[in-house]
Structures are given as C-alpha cells and as structure tokens.
C-alpha cells in the first residue's frame, strides 16, 4: 500500500471551519452573503412593547416590518457597491450584500394595528402598543353601601 501525502494545491473541506478564531462562534459569518443577525433589545412597559434593533449603516428604505397574524418580521436587503473605476484588474471579486429577517410572536395583548416604526442613529425602534383591556387600571376605592 502506497501512503500519498496530502496537496496543499487542492483545498480541504474542513480548512474553512479551522480557520480563524474558534472562540468566535456568535460573530461568525458562514456565507460569504453577510448574514449576521443585529441585536436586538426589547422593552416591556406598561403601555406598550419597543423593539430596537441595532442596524447602523442602513437607511429607513432598507427595512421591510410585515405582521401576519401576531407574527412581526423585521428584514433587510441591501447590497453594498464598491466603485472603482481606475485601473480594475480582478483577480478574484465577490458581490457583496448585507440581509438579515428577525421574526417574533406578538402575544394577544399587543394591538397590532397601531405599530410604529422609526429609525434614527442606527437604532431601528419599533412601538408595538398593548390592548386597552390589557393595560394596569388603576385601583378605585369601592363603597360599601
């Protein structure tokens, strides 16, 4: 039996998942289509639910938020150009482009039809309003008669 040592011209399956930092599993990026997930920070307060989502670099025309049903998605398509013009010799170019869909339940207290969005200094805020049944009433006294 004859032992053929491995080429290093022909690139190995696994030397993608050795590669790089392997602590770095929250931050890595499998696709070469930057489908990393922002993060996410959401509020409940009495009058309502916020939703933040971290997406700096992104425009308000960006975003696309759908509720179907109580499900509420939050996506992003944008794809990024670099311009050069001078001198353009690729060797080797890959497109880039960003995306990422966020999806999450409503529960049944949340009014779905008066949701608010805006997006100001990379922050993307999203006001989910709860039901007026839902809200905290306020204690009363009750008279005794």
Not at 94 to 104: D, G, I, T, V
Request: no cysteine.
């Amino acid at each position: 039996m004859l032992l053929v040592r491995n080429s290093n011209q022909t690139p190995s399956l696994f030397d993608r998942f050795f590669d790089g930092d392997m602590f770095d599993w929250n931050n890595r990026n499998f696709s070469n289509t930057n489908t990393t997930l922002p993060s996410v920070n959401i509020k409940d307060n009495a009058d309502a639910f916020t939703v933040e989502v971290a997406a700096p670099g992104f425009g308000k025309d960006d975003f696309k938020i759908e509720l179907n049903r109580n499900l509420l998605t939050i996506s992003s398509e944008k794809e990024v150009k670099n311009e050069s013009n001078e001198g353009e010799v690729y060797t080797k170019r890959e497109f880039s482009y960003q995306s990422f869909s966020r999806s999450f339940t409503l529960p049944e207290i949340a009014d779905g039809e008066k949701i608010e969005a805006a997006y100001d200094k990379g922050i993307l805020t999203v006001s989910i309003p709860k039901r007026e049944e839902a809200k905290p009433k306020p204690a009363r006294m009750i008279e005794i008669s």
